[in-house]
């Protein structure tokens, strides 16, 4: 048996032939890590700490196409990391001339959290599209049926009459919010440069005279932001990170377990657009990017609670705390980005059906307006006297219309769904 040539997502649906599951490959991070240290090489010999031919040496050494991602992960096993065989590999393609140049005066880590930072920012690039996509989508929904009626559920059970348009409106409040969060994160993703026990001391060594202002120079030549401290230990980024991705699922999540719910076959009220088959009942049209995503929102508050718990990392650098973050964010990032790529499916495909939707208002024969009506009766008969005799009616089961005390009563539940219209049309302010 040969070893296996990498993660084709077999087993993970959700995120397989996404776009964010190629930025998130090994190859992708292959690039990344070859981008650091090229990135490197370069902030240095624009700080006369590298001769110019170095830079160009190195950079064009840096081609993915060059090196072996299985034998890398290999030889990672020894040192702990895929650094330092990369390193070894990139110095001798290098040549003689300027491999000494390559990776000097950095740390492992410092070129994996820049890589990370570096295909983070490549994905969640790719996520904001879809977010923008899904927000569209949303958008022409909640127009579209911002006076279709539908009954409003909770804990399970019809409530009072909602419209359409305001749950749609609601869902895409969910994917702006994940947005702004996402741009917020995205935006403030750093460049990591410290050297062995973040001092930068190294760089001194190597005759910088402001070590200080090298981590600023690599920041600019990989379109990251420059950070304040060297970062290993303090995994502010990794924490907003884990919040950030953990928060898109969920919110996607929300948007998924209602489509689930309202596309039950003895609701109906929604269809998504090219639903999956099954293997053994031909009639069947499973609503299959609503559970992608809601597989994906189930596992990322595990995934971002790994992160958060790497959070505590002992000294200048830890021994375990920094490995353990590598594999959940990677999760993490594909998950989103399945999720996202999904919702913006589901969101553009989405049938609604408002006949489904009237009908079902109907079911509770009037009870659905049984709060408007409470209301109405108590100037005349007394609080608790209309809330007893309407429990009452309810609980025989029979038609509000058919009980004298309600014969001028309005039972049309599209007459109380409140300012839903309004609140439809502030939601669709916000862009």
Excluded at 82 to 110: M, N
Excluded at 154 to 164: D, G, I, R, S, W
Excluded at 208 to 230: F, I, K, N, Q, V
Excluded at 264 to 269: K, L
Aim: include cysteine; charged fraction near 20%; aromatic fraction near 4%.
């Amino acid at each position: 048996m040969t070893a296996p040539s990498g993660d084709t997502g077999l087993l993970a649906p959700g995120w397989a032939g996404s776009a964010a599951a190629a930025a998130t490959g090994d190859e992708a991070y292959l690039r990344a890590l070859l981008d650091a240290e090229a990135a490197l090489t370069r902030a240095q010999a624009a700080k006369g700490l590298a001769p110019a031919e170095a830079a160009t040496a190195v950079t064009g050494a840096a081609d993915t196409g060059a090196f072996d991602v299985e034998s890398l992960a290999g030889r990672a096993r020894a040192g702990g990391n895929p650094v330092i065989p990369l390193v070894a590999d990139l110095t001798e393609a290098v040549g003689e001339a300027y491999g000494p140049y390559v990776h000097r005066g950095a740390t492992s880590q410092d070129i994996l959290d820049t890589a990370t930072m570096l295909v983070t920012a490549r994905t969640l690039d790719l996520v904001l599209a879809d977010l923008g996509r899904t927000e569209q989508a949303l958008a022409r929904l909640a127009a579209e049926h911002r006076d279709t009626a539908m009954p409003g559920r909770t804990l399970t059970q019809h409530a009072v009459p909602t419209t359409f348009g305001l749950k749609a409106a609601g869902w895409r409040s969910l994917v702006l919010d994940t947005r702004d969060r996402m741009r917020a994160v995205r935006e403030s993703l750093p460049a990591q440069l410290g050297g062995a026990a973040g001092t930068l001391a190294a760089f001194g060594a190597y005759g910088a005279s402001d070590p200080a202002g090298l981590p600023e120079a690599y920041a600019r030549e990989l379109g990251l932001c420059a950070p304040e401290l060297p970062w290993h230990a303090l995994r502010t980024p990794i924490g907003d990170l884990a919040g950030c991705l953990a928060f898109a699922a969920g919110a996607l999540g929300k948007i998924a377990a209602d489509v689930l719910t309202l596309s039950r076959t003895e609701i109906a009220e929604v269809v998504e657009g090219g639903g999956g088959g099954s293997s053994a009942m031909p009639h069947k049209s499973n609503p299959v990017r609503s559970t992608l995503i809601a597989a994906a929102a189930r596992r990322a508050p595990q995934l971002a609670a790994t992160l958060y718990g790497a959070m505590a990392a002992e000294d200048e650098r830890p021994a375990g705390a920094w490995h353990a973050e590598w594999e959940p964010l990677r999760d993490l990032l594909r998950l989103v980005g399945g999720a996202a790529r999904d919702a913006a499916e589901l969101a553009e495909g989405l049938r609604v059906r408002p006949e489904a939707m009237r009908e079902h208002l109907d079911l509770t024969h009037g009870l659905i307006v049984s709060e408007r009506l409470s209301a109405e009766l108590a100037p005349v008969l007394g609080r608790a006297r209309a809330r007893e005799l309407l429990t009452r009616l309810a609980s025989e089961e029979q038609p509000l219309a058919d009980a004298p005390e309600l014969a001028d009563a309005d039972l049309d539940p599209t007459h109380y769904t409140g300012s839903a219209r309004t609140l439809t049309d502030r939601a669709l302010e916000r862009r």
